[in-house]
């Protein structure tokens, strides 16, 4: 089986941290590429993001990249992103992804990404 369960998000103040977790298991626990994106109301999925199993190769979209820290525990088969210097534009329901399908780069697209998780919701108030 195939399962991804995200934790960690709740309600903070700007410029406060949060640490988002995400657990793998199954098949989601050997992907090739694991990242995270979020969603805001009336938004398109984006991509925040991502991390390569074998290298440990990562790649951040433009607006988190020094705020933003990705990592994976594959002993733990856990996925982690640490979020510090937190605005209100962050505000979002983030979600871990999987891919299980072999690639040179790591993927920006979400539908390049194969399991997901449920979600969870990170607010930060101004």
């Known amino acids: 089986q195939v399962q991804l369960v995200e934790s960690g998000g709740g309600l903070v103040q700007t410029g406060d941290s949060l640490r988002l977790s995400c657990a793998a298991s199954?098949?989601?626990?050997?992907?090739?590429?694991m990242g995270w994106f979020r969603q805001a109301p009336g938004k398109e999925r984006e991509f925040v993001a991502a991390i390569r199993g074998s290298s440990g190769d990562t790649d951040y979209d433009f607006d988190v990249k020094g705020r933003f820290t990705i990592s994976r525990d594959n002993a733990k088969n856990m996925l982690y992103l640490q979020m510090n210097s937190l605005i209100p534009e962050d505000t979002a329901v983030y979600y871990c992804?999987?891919?299980?399908?072999?690639?040179?780069?790591?993927?920006?697209?979400?539908?390049?990404?194969?399991?997901w998780g449920q979600g969870t919701q990170v607010t930060v108030s101004s």
């Open positions: 199954g098949r989601a626990a050997s992907s090739y590429v």
């Open positions: 992804a999987s891919r299980h399908y072999y690639t040179d780069t790591i993927p920006r697209l979400y539908e390049n990404y194969d399991t």
